[in-house]
C-alpha cells in the first residue's frame, strides 16, 4: 500500500467535489480561469477528488496485482486473490476512501504551493492574470512513453492522460505555460494538473528568429 500511495504521489503533486468533466477543451479552460482569476480554490477543484483517487488507487492496484498473478508459477498459492475475496470487494473500498480522503488532505497544501508557485512566477515575468488573455492551446492525449512507444493503461479500463501548452498574452507581450499529468476514466471525467514551465515567447526564438522546441515537462503516468 505504502509503495502503491508513493506512486501515486508523485503523479499527483508536480478534495474537492467539482462537477465532472468529459470535455478536454472545456478543462483547458477551467485551468486558464483559475490562473486568470488567482484562484486557489478552483485550482485544487481540478485536481482529484475522492471518489476519482479511491477509483485510480483501486485500479493501479488491481495493474500490479495482475503482474503478480502473472509472475507466479503454475500452481502456486495466489495469496492476495484469497485475501481479497475474505475481506469482500465493499471492504476494499473502504480501505481505498479512507486512504483518498488522508491522502487529498495532504496533496491540498502542496496543490496550493504549486499553484502559488506558478501565479508568482508569472508575475515576475510581467504577467498580470487578471489582464491575461487566452490567445490559443494545444492539448495532447496521445501519451507516449520515452522510447515514442504508445502508453497502454496500467489496470484501469479507459484511461488516459492529457498534456498540453497554453498560450497567453498580458501587457502586449506572448508567453507559453506547458501543463501535465491531466487523467481522464469514463465515469469521472478528466481532472488533476500540474502547472510546468512558463516561458516569454522571446525565450524560444532562436537567433535567427525560428522557433525552437520547448522542453517538456513530466509526462502523465499510466
Not at 178 to 187: I, K
Request: charge should be positive; avoid cysteine; hydrophobic fraction near 40%.
Amino acid at each position: 500500500m505504502k509503495a502503491l500511495l508513493f506512486i501515486i504521489s508523485v503523479f499527483l503533486i508536480g478534495s474537492s467535489v467539482q462537477a465532472q468533466v468529459h470535455n478536454a477543451d472545456t478543462m483547458v479552460h477551467r485551468i486558464f480561469t483559475a490562473l486568470k482569476m488567482e484562484d486557489s480554490k478552483a485550482y485544487i477543484s481540478i485536481q482529484p477528488n475522492v471518489s476519482q483517487l479511491t477509483k485510480l488507487m483501486m485500479g493501479m492496484s488491481m495493474g500490479l496485482t495482475n503482474e503478480v498473478h502473472k509472475s507466479q508459477p503454475a500452481g502456486g498459492s495466489d495469496v492476495t486473490e484469497r485475501e481479497e475475496s475474505k475481506i469482500g470487494k465493499d471492504s476494499i473500498i473502504k480501505v481505498f476512501t479512507k486512504t483518498a480522503v488522508e491522502e487529498i488532505n495532504f496533496l491540498q497544501k502542496i496543490w496550493a504551493r504549486e499553484f502559488a508557485t506558478a501565479l508568482q512566477r508569472g508575475k515576475e515575468k510581467g504577467i498580470d492574470w487578471s489582464d491575461a488573455e487566452l490567445i490559443s492551446y494545444t492539448i495532447d492525449t496521445t501519451v507516449m512513453d520515452k522510447r515514442g512507444e504508445k502508453k497502454v493503461a496500467r489496470g484501469i479500463k479507459g484511461e488516459k492522460g492529457m498534456r498540453g501548452e497554453l498560450r497567453l498574452k498580458s501587457k502586449g507581450n506572448v508567453y507559453h505555460l506547458l501543463f501535465d499529468r491531466l487523467m481522464f476514466l469514463p465515469d469521472e471525467g478528466w481532472f488533476g494538473v500540474s502547472l510546468g514551465m512558463l516561458l516569454h515567447e522571446s525565450e524560444i526564438k532562436n537567433k535567427e528568429g525560428n522557433s525552437i522546441s520547448v522542453p517538456t515537462i513530466g509526462r502523465p503516468t499510466q
